[in-house]
């Protein structure tokens, strides 16, 4: 199994958040891993109430919490908060970027922004939600979350495995920002790219293409390595720093020196 990533993307104020709850990932089995990208588990026993706040990624999630039952969160386009209250644990399941529409063969962008019951998708789903609520681990909800995947495995799809390669190149390589330059890398018309965007991540290619330059964008600002918001900015592919923090507050809900003062002060109530 590879290792899942460590990264904060995605995670707003991500040092607050880590003093409010717990994040951890568990890598996916090779077989599961053609489609689910990591598992992730939240813990938090909280006092007070704490809204966590997301950038999400163009990813479909599906999760188990109790108490709430199993969803299917589709492609979500806006900010995503959740209030924590009191104790309270979810496991959740990241698929690649159009893995799940080639499991199930649905168009993904049929339900962006909407949260459906496990059971609408898959018709044992039900049964899925009552083995993974009584497995003892984490280690053991992977293995029944796989268990089930492998009676709904996909025959190999090359269409998905080039939105899965375009979508890998965006999310890695900041010099991408135009869609023009990803049609051109891949030599795939742009209708043709428009048309797999939509069946199988959800969302266009350029909203996939800002949102993951956002991410560089808010990952940078919260680690405090930005001197100058023009340079960031140009290095993004904004044609200039207004356009950038214009974009920025009406994704996040604050300018980029407004995100960077707030994850500055963070910083030292860390390690005072």
Aim: glycine share 8%; net charge negative; charged share 30%.
């Amino acid at each position: 199994m590879t290792e899942p990533t460590n990264s904060e993307k995605g995670i707003l104020h991500p040092r607050e958040q880590a003093r409010h709850r717990s994040l951890n990932r568990l890598a996916a089995g090779p077989e599961a891993g053609r489609f689910v990208e990591w598992y992730w588990i939240v813990e938090w026993d909280l006092d007070e109430p704490y809204t966590a706040e997301v950038l999400p990624f163009p990813a479909v999630n599906v999760t188990f919490e109790q108490p709430g039952g199993a969803f299917v969160n589709g492609v979500c386009t806006r900010k995503f908060e959740r209030e924590l209250r009191g104790r309270g644990r979810a496991f959740g399941v990241k698929f690649w970027a159009g893995g799940f529409g080639a499991i199930t063969g649905l168009d993904v962008g049929s339900f962006r922004d909407e949260v459906l019951p496990l059971s609408a998708v898959f018709p044992d789903g039900d049964r899925l939600t009552d083995l993974v609520f009584e497995a003892e681990s984490d280690v053991r909800r992977r293995a029944v979350f796989e268990a089930f995947l492998h009676d709904h495995l996909a025959p190999p799809d090359p269409s998905y495995e080039l939105v899965r390669e375009i979508v890998s190149t965006m999310a890695a390589d900041r010099s991408l920002a135009r869609v023009d330059e990803v049609t051109e890398r891949f030599d795939v018309p742009i209708r043709t790219l428009q048309r797999l965007f939509r069946r199988y991540v959800g969302v266009g290619p350029k909203w996939v293409l800002r949102r993951y330059r956002l991410h560089d964008g808010a990952e940078l600002l919260a680690q405090g390595e930005v001197a100058e918001l023009a340079e960031l900015s140009a290095s993004l592919g904004y044609f200039d720093q207004a356009h950038f923090s214009n974009e920025f507050k009406q994704q996040i809900g604050l300018t980029p020196a407004e995100y960077a003062a707030r994850a500055a002060a963070e910083r030292q109530i860390t390690y005072r």
